[in-house]
C-alpha cells in the first residue's frame, strides 16, 4: 500500500471521529453519578411513560450541538467565549454561576 493509499483510508476514519468528537464528550458529560442516580430513580418511577420525550427532545439537542460545534468552529474559541463579547461579564459569570449552583438540586 502506498502512502497516499494509506493517507486516504485514515481520512474517512479521522473525519468521522473529528465529527463525534464534540458530541461523544458532551454526551458523556452528564453521566455524574448525580445523573445516573436521578435518570434511575425517575426510570424507576416512571417506566416508560416518558419515552416519547425522548423523540420530542433529540432533535432539539442536535441542532444545539450543531450550532455551537459551529460556532466553535468558525471562531475558534468556545461557546461562554462568544458570549462574553456580547453580555457584560457580571451577566456571563452569573449565568455560569447559577449553572453550578443549581444545576444538580
Request: no cysteine; aromatic share 8%; glycine share 12%.
Amino acid at each position: 500500500m502506498t502512502q497516499a493509499d494509506q493517507s486516504v483510508s485514515k481520512k474517512p476514519r479521522n473525519i468521522l471521529l473529528r465529527l463525534l468528537g464534540p458530541g461523544l464528550v458532551t454526551g458523556a458529560a452528564d453521566d455524574d453519578p448525580s445523573g445516573i442516580a436521578t435518570y434511575s430513580q425517575a426510570g424507576a418511577q416512571f417506566g416508560y411513560g416518558l419515552l416519547w420525550t425522548v423523540f420530542l427532545t433529540t432533535p432539539f439537542m442536535i441542532a444545539i450541538q450543531l450550532v455551537s460545534a459551529q460556532i466553535g468552529r468558525v471562531t475558534g474559541r468556545g461557546l461562554a467565549a462568544n458570549v462574553m463579547e456580547l453580555a457584560p461579564r457580571w451577566i456571563v459569570l452569573a449565568r455560569a454561576g447559577s449553572h453550578f449552583s443549581f444545576g444538580n438540586s
